[in-house]
């Protein structure tokens, strides 16, 4: 939006290192051992015109030359806004040949990026892009560095990581569930209590 001006998104971290304490004794063969945390912010910004309105030209009947509308446009629009919690561990072992990492993360992402439905009667028939959405989101991921061989002349590891992601809307602003894509049968929905773009079959009418 025209209005917007700066935005800022604040970040913090701290971490500790408990294997650089005298106290620590390579437990259970754990070499090295740090926890860190954070919170910070982060933006997703809206594509370069999706706030102005546009047309596009098209022909029709004999070849006669039209204009067609093509974005509504958004003057208020603004980025999505991501609050993000982290707790993570680091693990090594066999002198730092043997690397886990765990992290665990909680989002909540404001002002989310939804694409309403226009009422026809506007002539736009596309989507107009608004921020009234609301996610959480959280998951796990874990990663694990292995360096299987290590010389002066070859070097081989082993790298692998699996990670989770539960991710649901918990707020669209008052607007019903709309689809987004699909066919008769089934439909890719945005609605309160799923995840974005759950596929939701239509109820059938007796």
Known sequence: ????????????????????HDFWNDWFGLEQFRLRAAIGTSGLQPG??????????????????????????????????????????????????????????????????????????????NPQLTNIGELESKGIEVTVNWSVIRSTDFDWSINASIATLDQVVSDMGGLPTFRVSGTQRRYNSIAVGYQP???IAPTVDP
């Open 1 to 20: 939006g025209e209005d917007l001006g700066f935005q800022f998104y604040p970040k913090v971290g701290a971490s500790w290192v408990v294997s650089d």
């Open 48 to 125: 370069a015109f999706d706030a102005q309105r546009t047309w596009r030209p098209a022909t029709m009947g004999e070849n006669q030359s039209v204009v067609r509308p093509q974005n509504q446009g958004n003057p208020q629009l603004k980025p999505e806004r991501s609050t993000e919690r982290e707790l993570a561990a680091e693990l090594g072992f066999l002198d730092g040949r043997l690397g886990v990492e765990i992290v665990y993360f909680n989002q909540t992402t404001t002002d989310a990026l939804l694409a309403k439905p226009s009422a026809p009667s506007l002539g736009f028939l």
């Open 197 to 199: 773009g759950a596929v």
